[in-house]
């Protein structure tokens, strides 16, 4: 629980306390006479109210604690090997609506550190001859991109490339009929643990994340 919710809970508590106490000293006047019945059900709901007051508190700072261990999962995520790998997989979905919208050629070269969107200069399905970079999506500290194969590697252990083949050589290339050259690119911690591999389809264009290599 954040330091601000602690003290909103602690001044809330110590309010309802003075509350109790003070409709405590009230109901002794009233079993002295000197304390009328509107009196007393006015204390009653003002001590409820603050009952109330402090329930609602408490479910306020739960919500807030779930919210911040929330908010603190994603962006860990985007540093793992899995959360590049599937940022990776988001760019070349995105690339491959791109490719159908514009009627240009996608290219996703891949390198140890990071990936480069380009797009070419031309449209239609010709093979185009040159390429303007449009994005470049950097690996998170501690992870790289192990290998890219131009093939699609369903099963983990089919052929794994050595590491650092294929690296600025192969580039996944996505048409503008939605159809892709096919490619595998092999996402890791920096030790070689956490690894993850990034498949693109060759009819689809899809892409999808799978565990190990």
């Known amino acids: 629980m954040s330091p601000r919710c ?6 809330l508590a ?6 109790h106490d003070g409709s405590a000293h009230l109901g002794g006047g009233a079993r002295g006479g000197q304390m009328s019945p509107r009196t007393g059900h006015t204390e009653r709901s003002t001590a409820g109210f603050t009952l109330v007051e402090l329930m609602v508190t ?3 700072a739960a919500v807030l604690a779930a919210l911040a261990v929330v908010s603190i999962r994603p962006e860990r995520q985007a540093r793992s090997a899995r959360g590049y790998a599937e940022q990776v997989a988001a760019l070349l979905d995105t690339m491959r609506i791109r490719a159908t919208t514009t009627r240009r050629w996608q290219r996703l070269e891949v390198y140890a550190d990071r990936v480069a969107h380009l797009e070419a200069e031309t449209e239609g399905m010709a093979v185009p001859s040159s390429y303007y970079e449009v994005e470049t999506v950097a690996a998170p500290s501690g992870v790289r991109i192990g290998a890219v194969s131009d093939r699609t590697h369903l099963a983990p252990g089919d052929s794994v490339p050595s590491l650092g083949a294929g690296l600025g050589t192969i580039s996944i290339d996505l048409a503008p009929d939605g159809s892709a050259v096919p490619g595998t690119i092999f996402v890791e ?25």
Request: charged share 30%; hydrophobic share 40%.
């Open 14 to 19: 110590t309010r309802a306390k003075s509350r």
């Open 189 to 213: 911690r920096e030790d070689g643990s956490d690894r993850y591999r990034v498949t693109v389809f060759r009819a689809t264009g899809a892409a999808r994340v799978f565990a190990d290599w």
């Open 6 to 11: 602690s003290f909103h809970l602690t001044v």
């Open 58 to 60: 408490i479910v306020i």
